[in-house]
């Protein structure tokens, strides 16, 4: 099973920008997805971004359309996100997922191995 480990949090004025980093060791395959989460206390984790590796499609949270874009970096095995124009609502802890052979790439039941989580702060 791989391993995902996260970075790039931070705190950051509204309106910024960042860039998640999740780095995974263990193979990859074509069938997999890789997506991004966040959650705030008490609240359900929420699926933020989304990568099917076989061909690269891409799905967005409505919330982060326009804004947020996923990538990957095939030789350093790693998961991008980038964030611009960020907003409080951004706030969270942002983590990074994979599953196989996904059908709700935003939805977390599919996803079977998680980093620990990088907390990402928008403040004024």
């Known amino acids: 099973q791989a391993q995902l480990a996260e970075s790039g949090g931070a705190s950051v004025q509204v309106g910024g920008s960042l860039r998640l980093s999740c780095a995974v060791s263990?193979?990859?395959?074509?069938?997999?997805?890789m997506a991004w989460f966040r959650q705030t206390p008490g609240e359900e984790r929420e699926g933020v971004a989304s990568?099917?590796?076989?061909?690269?499609?891409?799905y967005y949270a409505d919330s982060v359309k326009g804004r947020f874009t996923i990538s990957r970096d095939n030789a350093k095995n790693t998961v991008y996100l980038q964030m611009n124009n960020l907003k409080f609502e951004d706030t969270a802890m942002y983590y990074c997922?994979?599953?196989?052979?996904?059908?709700?790439?935003?939805?977390?039941?599919?996803?079977?191995?998680w980093g620990p989580g990088t907390q990402v702060t928008v403040s004024s």
């Open positions: 997922a994979t599953g196989r052979w996904v059908a709700d790439h935003l939805g977390q039941v599919e996803y079977n191995a």
């Open positions: 263990g193979a990859v395959y074509k069938s997999d997805s």
């Open positions: 990568i099917y590796i076989g061909d690269s499609s891409t």
